[in-house]
C-alpha cells in the first residue's frame, strides 16, 4: 500500500488527542456477532412481551434499547419482511423511512437513496450483512445479497454514526442481521413460492447443535425460476447458499465461520416509451405499459462488432436469454473474546469472489424522445428522421435506389417508405425506436475486516462504552463494457427488430443499410477499465450514560484510500468490421486500442459525529445529532455530506411507538457522471450542491389487541445550487429539485389478527410524491399511490399460509425518466421514455418449520 508511515503515525496521534479532548464520544462499531445474536434475540422476546425494541446497529453498547439512541433508526422483523413480500432487495429498503427506492428495474440494479439526494444511483447507503458491508463501495450491492430464510430482521441508522462505524455509509446503514443458530434444538423451515408472472421459488433453512451449548450449525438458501415481473419469453433460474459453524468459548466469546456461493440469472429492465396527454401518463398504443416489455426473441443472441482488443474475432455476443447473470462466493469469519469482565476484543473478515454478466436493454439511450418518431420518418432522408445520417451512407451505397425500407428480421416481410398506410399501422402505434445493447461484464474481489475492542467502565452514576478498531478493504474490479451498438425495433411487447434497406421502384431489395438490426457500434467508447481501492480506516466510539437519563455519544473515523484507474483508450482511427459483415457502417465504433491511461490517487478523510438523547419520561426521549461523512470515488475526489437532525421517541407499551425527526442534510460538490446525449461515447460531469430540510415520521398505534396501524414517511424540500456541467456554471438550475427525488413518500399498513391466532390480514397503502426526470425540471412526473393487500393463515402451529397481491387498482406510477437523455428533457411530442411499477401481481407461500 502507498500510503506512508507517517501518515498512519499521524492517523494514531489524532484518535490519541480525541481520547484527551472528547472523553465522551459516540456510536458505534459494528457491533460483535454475539451481540447481534444476544440482541436479536432479546428484541424478539420484547416484542412478543409487549417491551421495549432492542437495537444491534448504529450502537456499540449491549442490549441499548431503542428509546434511547441519539440516532434515528429504524427496526423490521421477520413478520414486516415476509409482509411487505420482496421481488428484490431494494423492495425491502421501502421499510426505511427516508429512504426512496426506485425498485422498477428487476431484481437487482435498482437505485436508492437517502433524505433528498437525486435518484438514480446508490450513494451514501451502505447496505451490510451481520454489521460488515457487502461490498466496499455500496453501490450495486444488491447484484450479490438476497434476503432469504437465512435472515431475521432488517435494522437501518440514517445519518448519525452510520459514516463513522462504516465506509461509504454516511447517509444510511442498512444491516440485515442473520438467524441466531440453533444451540439447544434443531430449527428447520421451508418455503415455497409462487406468483402469477411465473415466479416458482424455493427457500430453506436448517440450524441444530452438534455439541450442546459449545457447536451448532446452520445452512440455507434457495432456488427459483422466473421470467420478471414483465412478459418475457425467456425464464431465468439462479441458486444462492449460505452455511455457518460457530463454537462458542467456555468462558464466553466464540469464533464463527461461514461461507455463500450463488450463481442467479435475471432480467434487468430500462425505460420503455409512455404517453404523456394534458399531464396524464398513459399507454402508447400497442404496449401495454404495465405488463410489455420490448425485450424477446429478437434480442436472444446478438454478434456486435468490435475491436479485436477486446475480442479476437472481432465479434461480442450481446445475450438476453442469460439476462443478467451473477456469480458470487465468499467466505467469512467472526470472532469474538472477552479477556475480562470489562474487555473484549472482536474481530470479522470476509473475502467475496464476485462477477455479473449484464445483458441489458436500453430503448431510447442517447436519441431519448427524439429517437421515438414514426416509421415514415425514420425512413425519409433529411433532418427529420432520426437515423439521417445512416440514410446518407446508403444513398452513396446503393445510388440506383428510389426509396427505403424495412425488413423484419423475425417475418422477413418488406415494407417500403411509400406504403404510408402499412407503415403507419404497424403495431397500431406506426413508431420506431432505437435500443441500446449494453453488454457489461464485471469480475473482480472485495475483502474486508473489521477488528478490534471494546472496554466496557462503570463508576458510580457514569456507564462508559469505548469501541475501537480498524477497518481494512481491498477492491478490485475490472469491467468489460465494449461493443455497445444500438439497434432498430419497433414498439411493442416482444419487438421485432428491423433492417434498414435500399429498395427500387417496385420495393425490391437492392442492398441493407445495417446488419442484424444494428444500426451503429461502439455508441459508449472504449469499454473497457480496471479499479482498485486499498483503505484503512482507523475508528473511535463512545458511549457514556450519565445517571437514568442522559447519554452522550460521539465518534470518528480516518481513512486512508489508495486508488488506481486503468481506464482503456478508444482507437484514434476506428478498425474496420470483420470482414463480411453486411451493412454500410464500415468500422467498429469508438472502441479499445489496447491501451490503457493510469490515474492513481492517495487521500485522506475524516467523519465525526456527536449526538445526544435525554430521557423525559421512561417513554419519551429527546435526542440531537450532526454527523459529518464522505464518500470515496476511486480517483474522484471524495465528496463530503453534512447531516443535522433532531428528534423525539415514544415508547408507550404497546398501544402506541413512534418517532419523528427534523433533518438538514447538506450534500456539498456531488459528482457524477452521464452519458451525453448527443455524443453518446463521451461523459458529462455533474457537480452541483444540494441540500434538504424535512421531517421524517415512523409510527405503530395498536388501539385494540387484534387492530395495528403503521406509518412511516418522509415530507422534504430537496434543492439544487451551484449546478456545472462539464465545469460549465448553470445558474439557471439554481433552486430547481434533484432529478428523481420526491417531495414526500409515505406508506400506512393497518393490520388486523384474526380471532383465535388463525392469522392476520393487512392493507398497504404507499405514496410517491412527483419526481422530476431531469435536473432541470422538464419532464414532471406525477406522483402515484399503489394499494397492496396480504392475508396469511396459520393452517396448524408448523403450517402458514400468506397470500399477497400488489398495485391492485393497476396503478400506473413511474419511477425514472430517461437518464440517459440528459439533465434538460421535454416530452412536447406527448411521447417520452421513462421506468414504470409493474400493474396487479398476486402470489403467496406456504412455509413449514420443522
Known amino acids: 500500500m502507498r500510503t506512508t508511515l507517517g501518515l498512519s503515525f499521524r492517523a494514531l496521534l489524532l484518535v490519541g488527542s480525541t481520547l484527551s479532548v472528547a472523553p465522551a464520544f459516540a456510536q458505534v462499531g459494528p457491533p460483535s456477532s454475539e451481540a447481534e445474536s444476544t440482541a436479536t434475540e432479546d428484541a424478539s422476546q420484547a416484542d412478543a412481551q409487549g417491551g421495549e425494541d432492542i437495537i444491534v446497529t448504529g450502537t456499540t453498547t449491549r442490549n441499548r434499547p431503542l428509546i434511547t439512541a441519539s440516532a434515528d433508526i429504524t427496526l423490521a422483523d421477520r413478520e414486516a419482511i415476509d409482509r411487505r413480500a420482496p421481488r428484490s432487495t431494494a423492495d425491502l429498503l421501502e421499510l426505511v423511512p427516508g429512504v426512496f427506492v426506485e425498485g422498477t428495474g428487476g431484481e437487482v440494479s435498482n437505485n436508492y437513496s437517502v433524505r433528498g439526494l437525486q435518484g438514480g444511483g446508490q450513494r451514501f447507503v451502505q447496505l451490510e450483512e451481520d454489521g460488515l458491508p457487502i461490498i466496499y463501495n455500496g453501490g450495486g450491492a444488491d447484484f450479490f445479497f438476497s434476503q432469504d430464510l437465512t435472515i431475521d430482521r432488517l435494522e437501518a441508522v440514517k445519518g448519525g454514526s452510520s459514516g463513522v462505524l462504516t465506509v461509504n455509509g454516511a447517509g444510511a446503514t442498512i444491516n440485515f442481521v442473520s438467524r441466531r443458530l440453533a444451540f439447544d434444538e434443531p430449527e428447520g423451515i421451508a418455503r415455497a413460492t409462487a406468483y402469477n408472472y411465473g415466479l416458482l421459488r424455493g427457500d430453506f433453512y436448517y440450524s441444530a447443535p452438534l455439541l450442546a451449548d459449545k457447536l451448532a450449525f446452520s445452512v440455507g438458501g434457495y432456488l427459483q425460476t422466473s421470467p420478471g415481473v414483465r412478459r418475457n419469453p425467456f425464464n431465468y433460474e439462479g441458486w444462492r447458499l449460505k452455511g455457518a459453524l460457530e463454537y462458542r468459548f467456555d468462558d464466553g466469546g466464540f469464533v464463527r465461520l461461514s461461507a455463500k456461493g450463488g450463481d442467479l440469472k435475471t432480467v434487468f429492465y430500462a425505460g420503455q416509451p409512455y404517453a404523456l396527454n394534458d399531464g396524464e401518463v398513459g399507454a402508447v398504443a400497442g404496449l401495454d405499459p404495465q405488463f410489455d416489455h420490448i425485450g424477446g426473441s429478437s434480442f436472444a443472441r446478438i454478434q456486435a462488432p468490435v475491436s479485436t482488443f477486446v475480442d479476437p474475432d472481432g465479434f461480442r455476443e450481446f445475450n438476453f436469454t442469460d439476462g443478467v447473470q451473477i456469480k458470487t ?149 475490472f469491467q468489460n463494457q ?154 474522484d475526489p471524495i465528496t463530503r455530506v453534512e447531516l443535522y437532525e433532531i428528534g423525539a421517541r415514544v415508547e408507550y407499551g404497546r398501544l402506541f411507538s413512534g418517532s419523528v425527526t427534523l433533518f438538514q442534510t447538506n450534500f456539498n460538490d456531488q459528482f457524477y457522471n452521464f452519458i451525453d446525449p448527443l455524443d453518446p461515447t463521451r461523459q458529462t460531469a455533474f457537480l452541483a450542491d444540494l441540500s434538504t430540510q424535512g421531517v421524517e415520521i415512523d409510527a405503530m398505534v395498536r388501539p385494540t389487541d387484534w387492530l395495528s396501524v403503521n406509518f412511516i414517511g418522509v415530507f422534504q424540500d430537496p434543492t439544487l445550487d451551484n449546478l456545472s456541467l462539464n465545469g460549465v456554471a448553470q445558474p439557471t438550475f439554481d433552486g430547481n429539485r434533484p432529478e428523481r427525488t420526491p417531495s414526500q413518500l409515505w406508506t400506512i399498513t393497518p393490520t388486523v389478527k384474526l380471532p383465535n391466532g388463525v392469522g392476520e390480514a393487512f392493507v398497504r397503502y404507499k405514496y410517491i410524491g412527483r419526481i422530476f426526470a431531469d435536473s432541470g425540471n422538464g419532464v414532471a412526473l406525477p406522483g402515484y399511490g399503489v394499494t397492496g393487500v396480504g392475508l396469511t393463515l396459520n393452517l396448524t402451529d408448523r403450517l402458514q399460509l400468506a397470500l399477497n397481491a400488489d398495485n391492485i387498482f393497476d396503478e400506473i406510477g413511474l419511477t425514472e ?32 418449520r420443522f
Not at 477488528?451 to 457514569?462: H, K, N, P, T, V
Not at 440517459?820 to 421514455?833: E, K, L, M, P, V
Request: charged share 15%; aromatic share 10%; glycine share 14%.
Open 329 to 477: 462466493a465468499q467466505v467469512r469469519i467472526d470472532f469474538e473474546k472477552p479477556l475480562s469482565d470489562s474487555f473484549e476484543i472482536f474481530g470479522r473478515a470476509r473475502y467475496l469472489d464476485l462477477s455479473f454478466d449484464f445483458n441489458g436493454l436500453f430503448p431510447g439511450s442517447g436519441t431519448g424522445n427524439a429517437g421515438l418518431a414514426s416509421a415514415v420518418e425514420y425512413l425519409t432522408p433529411g433532418a427529420g428522421s432520426p437515423i439521417n445520417g445512416l440514410l446518407t451512407l446508403g444513398q452513396a451505397a446503393f445510388p440506383t435506389a428510389t426509396r427505403f425500407g424495412i425488413r423484419s428480421r423475425t417475418s422477413g416481410v418488406v415494407l417500403g417508405s411509400n406504403q404510408v398506410a402499412e407503415l403507419n399501422a404497424l403495431n397500431g402505434n406506426g413508431f420506431l425506436q432505437q435500443t441500446t445493447l449494453n453488454h457489461d461484464f464485471q469480475e473482480g474481489h472485495d475483502f474486508g475486516l473489521n477488528a478490534g475492542g471494546r472496554w466496557a467502565f462503570e463508576s458510580g452514576a457514569i456507564k462508559n462504552s469505548l469501541t475501537f478498531g480498524v477497518l481494512y478493504y481491498d477492491v478490485r474490479r
Open 482 to 635: 465494449s461493443a455497445t451498438a444500438t439497434a432498430l425495433n419497433d414498439v411493442r411487447n416482444n419487438s421485432n427488430l428491423y433492417d434498414v434497406v435500399a429498395l427500387d421502384a417496385n420495393n425490391n431489395v437492392i442492398g441493407s443499410l445495417t446488419d442484424n438490426g444494428l444500426v451503429s457500434y461502439g455508441n459508449w467508447g472504449a469499454g473497457i477499465r480496471e479499479r482498485t481501492d486499498e483503505s484503512v480506516s482507523l475508528y473511535l466510539n463512545d458511549e457514556i450514560q450519565i445517571g437514568d437519563r442522559l447519554r452522550i455519544d460521539g465518534g470518528i473515523r480516518w481513512e486512508f484510500l489508495d486508488s488506481r484507474f486503468d481506464d482503456g483508450n478508444a482507437a484514434a482511427v476506428n478498425q474496420p468490421v470483420p470482414a463480411g459483415l453486411g451493412g454500410v457502417v464500415r468500422d467498429v465504433g469508438s472502441t479499445f486500442n489496447g491501451t490503457f491511461t493510469t490515474r492513481t490517487d492517495s487521500k485522506d478523510a475524516i467523519a465525526w459525529t456527536v449526538g445526544a438523547n435525554y430521557l423525559l419520561t421512561d417513554n419519551l426521549a429527546v435526542y440531537a445529532r450532526y454527523a459529518d461523512g464522505f464518500q470515496t470515488n476511486n480517483v
Open 817 to 848: 425518466g430517461n437518464p440517459r437523455q440528459g439533465q434538460t428533457q421535454n416530452a412536447d411530442s406527448g411521447f417520452f421514455y421513462a421506468r414504470g411499477i409493474v400493474g396487479p401481481t398476486y402470489g403467496g407461500t406456504l412455509t413449514m
